[in-house]
């Protein structure tokens, strides 16, 4: 045990951004603080305005062409990069809205690399030389407008680090494939059996785990059809899946009485 936790590459992360404080939180708590003081990962972020030479560290300009707002301008990207570069294990990466869909799938990749230096963008973007010109792959985290590439930054941090070996526990890790096995979780219950009128499902308490693995595949399927029938319609079901499924669009199509309705308003992406 002892000899393979030597062996253990070490996984380094260098950030580049405008906002160093953003990280400092985040970073400091939970497997993402374990993990840096196993030594299991090393996470280091810098400033980049201390790759700017003028004497007001100016970071940006206006874009060509005309337009709104500041563009972040290539060289202290480009001066940062090119100092904390690895050679050919370094993987760059820049967080923005044009990038391709950050995933599991895509954070199981990186998990196998070495070094990832990670660039957050700022303001109305960046000069397109940056991430052509660093060979960069551009990766956005969803479909929503944020302030800046820093809280993307931070999910493709733990999303990554939570796939390095020795990062979770050998428990935890078994279930790591929950979501990329392409449904969502069955509903969880603990006590009390009876909250605030609403019971826990009678079929968890019945010592009947043959019955409670059937209930629990069920109402995964039940809940990826009504939340995410795109992961539905990618899942691998076997023939037993395939009999739940058409047990619940039964159920579904008169559904049950006492259940609070959703909100719709709030749970349809409009
Ligand atoms: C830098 N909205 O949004 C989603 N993934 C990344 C981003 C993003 C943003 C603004 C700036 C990244």
């Given at each position: 045990m002892l000899l393979r936790e030597a062996q253990r590459a070490l996984k380094r992360f260098d950030v580049l951004t405008l906002f160093p404080g953003i990280f400092r939180g985040p970073l400091q708590e939970s497997i993402l603080r374990r993990a840096q003081e196993g030594g299991l990962v090393e996470i280091r972020v810098h400033d980049l305005r201390s790759w700017t030479r003028d004497r007001h560290h100016v970071v940006d300009d206006e874009p060509y062409g005309g337009g709104?707002?500041?563009?972040l301008k290539p060289e202290p990207a480009f001066e940062a990069v090119d100092e904390l570069r690895q050679g050919p294990k370094s993987t760059v990466i820049v967080l923005s809205p044009q990038g391709v869909p950050f995933s599991q799938g895509v954070a199981e990749r990186l998990a196998k690399e070495d070094h990832l230096i990670l660039l957050c963008g700022r303001y109305e973007g960046?000069?397109?030389?940056i991430p052509r010109?660093?060979?960069?792959l551009e990766l956005s985290i969803g479909d929503y407008v944020l302030t800046g590439g820093e809280i993307p930054a931070l999910v493709l941090l733990d999303a990554v680090t939570r796939l390095t070996p020795g990062v979770l526990g050998d428990s935890t890790s078994s279930q790591t494939d929950s979501f990329s096995a392409g449904l969502l979780e069955y509903p969880q219950y603990t006590r009390?059996?009876?909250?605030?009128?609403?019971a826990v499902p009678p079929i968890l308490l019945s010592g009947d785990h043959k019955a409670i693995a059937r209930w629990r595949r069920k109402e995964a399927i039940r809940r990826t059809l009504e939340r995410r029938p795109d992961l539905l319609a990618r899942a691998v079901l076997s023939e037993l899946d395939r009999a739940l499924l058409a047990e619940v669009e039964e159920e579904e199509a008169a559904p049950s009485e006492g259940e609070p309705r959703k909100n719709e308003e709030?749970?349809?992406d409009h």
């Open positions: 709104a707002g500041m563009v960046f000069d397109d030389r010109g660093l060979g960069a009390p059996p009876v909250y605030r009128g609403m709030l749970t349809t």
